[in-house]
């Protein structure tokens, strides 16, 4: 549309109201962590030497970037093809060692200042994760991403010492979508953002990641967003699936903690490997890793497999074994071939459970942790409600038969198996195993260890830490299954039965079989002058039962404890 010009006769165009569109800002990559208040100085947080560094002071921006160069190399796979090259062609293969960077932050917030650091490229793994805290991403992620708009759920699961499950979605979905364990801690999730302005997607863990558009001035307004994101205070209702467990930050609390945790694996190394374990701080691609290495401990250790507590105890000088040593000096690498994939602290590896009084404490990625009232009450009430077993008509019985049922420090689980089966005249099924088809083709099982006539399926374990008893637990629960679902499992009972064939066969190939007839029993042997109490099992133990018993209430099969 033109404007008429009376004076020139002549047509004039419409100027335009509107201002050009500003162009968009290019998306980057952020990873970002949140240094502690205690961390010391920039350069003392780094775990490798940096090729160069470069103070930055400009356009109000504060921080040190700290540039690192991998090593130049032959990559390990080459040397499967290296002997079908020429050597010109071979060198063409060294890599040329590649740039990554630690840029360290310092950003006003309100009154105070908080120190940030961006990982750039793989840089990550050259910061100590001593110095940062562990549930920054995860906490302002939970904060500011749409729960209703979930992609990915990690988590780590008592039932199992270091199990850790990722749960995704192709589309995104609700969080009750992801079934989420009820005795899980939630570690790392994966959502859609509420507000754009803080990227498409986020990802919470130990660091804030996402793909935003940001330029480099607003790094100090984005990092303080992220921050008073994180520290809002999370719905306690509507995030129960993440918060399950405390984080402790009283200092005394820690350095107490602590202070057991080294004592027990100075004194007892035994007791240590029953309640201390080795675990993957993450969830871990193990098909993308090689090689485990401990280094810090005077000789380099390599692992084929991920390294056990009690190997490493076993091969340094317990008198040099103290926090520091366990924070700073002692690291546990993962390395694809050359290329070392994941770096973590030995202390951030450690999984612990310590009881102080009526309270209970767990360790995990390198944070202390007290276990909620109401979270321990629910399990503590699942155990409890689980029904006792006794090997003895109106709970007595004869002296010899008490004998036959005694478990000590010595005692063999075969010697006692047959003991115990011989004092109740049942079937011994200790050792006995049994090919299986219902849920894998090929595959077998241990039935159980014991099989009375009165319809007891019993399975026995002295107790030595939670990964036995949560062996037992799962084995108990495959071959209730195996014997709801599967004739040919119950045949080949019948057919090792020995002497017991005639009665073991009436129970089980009666036409009018319910396997609700047969209770499984889990026999937890102390193996001391004590006998075993339920308070005796540490916390990890109590979660794998109480979600057991909740699997068996599935299958509508009884469920009973025996305390040897």
């Known amino acids: 549309m033109a404007l008429h010009n009376p004076e020139k006769g002549k047509s004039m165009p419409r100027v335009s109201d509107e201002r050009p569109k500003e162009p968009k800002k290019p998306v980057s990559k952020l990873t970002l962590f949140l240094l502690k208040t205690t961390a010391p100085k920039d350069e003392e947080c780094l775990t490798d030497k940096p090729f160069k560094s470069i103070q930055v002071h400009k356009r109000g921006i504060?921080?040190?970037?700290?540039?690192?160069?991998?090593?130049?190399?032959?990559?390990?796979?080459?040397?499967?093809i290296e002997p079908l090259l020429d050597e010109e062609t071979g060198r063409a293969f060294i890599s040329s060692g590649r740039l990554s960077a630690l840029f360290f932050l310092t950003v006003p917030v309100g009154n105070a200042t908080q120190r940030f650091v961006l990982a750039l490229g793989h840089g990550a793994h050259r910061l100590d994760d001593s110095t940062y805290e562990t549930d920054f991403g995860r906490d302002a992620c939970l904060s500011l991403a749409d729960t209703t708009k979930m992609n990915s759920i990690d988590e780590q699961q008592f039932k199992d010492q270091g199990l850790k499950v990722r749960t995704q979605a192709t589309n995104s979905l609700g969080a009750a979508s992801f079934a989420i364990d009820p005795y899980s801690i939630v570690t790392r999730i994966t959502a859609d953002a509420k507000d754009a302005d803080y990227g498409k997607r986020l990802?919470?863990?130990?660091?804030?990641?996402?793909?935003?558009?940001?330029?480099?001035?607003?790094?100090?307004?984005?990092?303080?967003?992220?921050f008073r994101s994180y520290r809002k205070r999370l719905d306690r209702v509507a995030f129960e699936w993440a918060n399950r467990v405390?984080?402790?930050?009283?200092?005394?609390?820690?350095?107490?903690?602590?202070?057991?945790?080294?004592?027990?694996?100075?004194?007892?190394?035994a007791a240590a490997t029953e309640s201390i374990f080795f675990t993957a701080p993450r969830v871990v691609d193990w098909d993308d890793t090689e090689q485990y290495v401990i280094t810090g401990t005077g000789e380099k250790q390599a692992y084929d497999d991920f390294p056990e507590l009690s190997s490493f105890l076993g091969s340094v000088d317990l008198d040099d074994l103290d926090l520091e040593y366990l924070r700073k000096g002692c690291r546990l690498h993962v390395f694809d071939g050359d290329d070392r994939r994941y770096s973590w602290s030995l202390y951030r590896c450690l999984s612990a459970e310590v009881h102080e009084g009526q309270k209970i404490?767990?360790?995990?990625?390198?944070?202390?942790?007290?276990?909620?009232?109401?979270?321990?009450?629910?399990?503590?009430g699942k155990v409890e409600d689980i029904p006792q077993f006794c090997p003895y008509n109106d709970g007595k019985a004869p002296k010899t038969n008490r004998v036959a049922f005694e478990y000590g420090r010595n005692t063999k689980e075969e010697a006692f198996n047959q003991r115990a089966a011989a004092a109740l005249k049942a079937a011994l099924y200790d050792r006995k195993l049994h090919n299986y088809s219902y849920i894998s083709k090929g595959s077998t099982v241990e039935p159980c260890d014991i099989f009375t006539r009165q319809g007891h399926f019993i399975h026995v374990k002295r107790y030595k830490?939670?990964?036995?008893?949560?062996?037992?637990?799962?084995?108990?629960?495959?071959?209730?299954?195996?014997?709801?679902g599967d004739p040919n499992f119950r045949k080949s009972m019948c057919e090792k039965a020995g002497d017991c064939e005639s009665w073991v066969s009436r129970l089980l190939l009666n036409e009018k079989f319910q396997a609700q007839d047969i209770t499984t029993v889990f026999g937890i042997a102390a193996g001391?002058?004590?006998?075993?109490?339920?308070?005796?099992?540490?916390?990890?133990?109590?979660?794998?039962?109480?979600?057991t018993a909740d699997?068996?209430?599935?299958?509508?099969?009884?469920?009973?404890?025996?305390?040897?």
Request: charged share 20%; hydrophobic share 40%; proline share 4%.
């Open 62 to 80: 504060k921080g040190t970037i700290y540039i690192f160069r991998s090593a130049i190399k032959k990559p390990l796979w080459l040397k499967l």
């Open 203 to 226: 990802t919470g863990s130990e660091s804030f990641v996402t793909n935003a558009r940001v330029v480099a001035d607003d790094l100090p307004s984005y990092c303080e967003k992220v």
């Open 246 to 269: 405390t984080r402790i930050t009283d200092s005394e609390i820690i350095t107490s903690l602590d202070q057991k945790l080294i004592s027990l694996m100075k004194e007892d190394r």
């Open 361 to 380: 404490y767990v360790l995990s990625n390198g944070n202390w942790h007290h276990v909620h009232k109401d979270f321990l009450k629910r399990v503590n």
């Open 465 to 484: 830490g939670s990964a036995p008893l949560s062996h037992l637990f799962f084995q108990g629960i495959v071959a209730s299954e195996c014997l709801q």
């Open 528 to 547: 001391a002058a004590e006998k075993m109490t339920m308070d005796k099992l540490p916390i990890f133990s109590r979660i794998s039962l109480a979600q």
């Open 551 to 564: 699997g068996f209430r599935g299958l509508g099969m009884p469920l009973q404890v025996w305390l040897i």
